[in-house]
């Protein structure tokens, strides 16, 4: 069930979605309020993901989300065996920030969804292992969700359910040569050489956990 909290405290002075909607407002404040309509919404019918709110405009609207999903997933491999094999590792918990810029939702804002790799006491948690999300180097956790195609019409609660399929690899691309092309060229590549039995396995997991 999803739980709205900022700075990870309850708040008594942030209104809530329905005193929002008794008020007129009008632009940027009027698109912000749908989203976290949308959200609230698509998270309170799921079991598996849920957000907390945690940067809000002056007036309570939010503009950072952590979405957490309770997914099973991949979020590494091992060293390779003696054949150069690379099992998967998997977690069950995943972390994922929405950044709203200040100029959403104009046509050329850039909405960021980055997965953390750290929780807010600083210990390092896992993220995920998939082609269209990064995995190493200074833009880890960096998710493409070619929102440049998608822009501004597509509301954010559609993106938070793309991820979940990425996480279920129900959706993923790992073929470099046709666009849109992966994000970390390292884990496509396991995925073409070695995944696919893997991936098979985990969307047969989810298949018979439903």
Request: charged share 30%; net charge positive.
């Amino acid at each position: 069930m999803a739980v709205k909290y900022i700075n990870n405290q309850k708040s008594k002075e942030v209104k809530s979605i329905e005193e929002f909607k008794k008020e007129e407002l009008y632009g940027r404040e009027a698109r912000l309020l749908y989203e976290w309509e949308k959200i609230d919404e698509y998270c309170q019918r799921s079991k598996e993901v849920s957000y907390l709110i945690r940067k809000s405009t002056p007036q309570g609207l939010p503009v950072l989300y952590e979405v957490e999903y309770r997914i099973h997933s991949f979020c590494g491999v091992n060293p390779p065996d003696k054949q150069g094999q690379q099992t998967p590792l998997f977690a069950d918990k995943f972390l994922m920030n929405i950044y709203i810029p200040n100029n959403y939702p104009n046509i050329d804002s850039k909405l960021e969804f980055k997965f953390a790799l750290k929780d807010i006491n600083g210990k390092e948690i896992p993220h995920p292992w998939h082609p269209n999300i990064r995995y190493f180097g200074d833009f880890a956790g960096r998710v493409c969700l070619t929102t440049n195609l998608y822009g501004s019409y597509t509301d954010l609660a559609w993106y938070i359910r793309r991820v979940r399929q990425y996480l279920k690899f129900e959706a993923y691309h790992a073929d470099e040569n046709k666009p849109p092309f992966p994000e970390d060229l390292k884990v496509a590549q396991w995925v073409r050489e070695q995944g696919e039995k893997h991936i098979k396995e985990l969307q047969e997991y989810h298949k018979n956990n439903k």
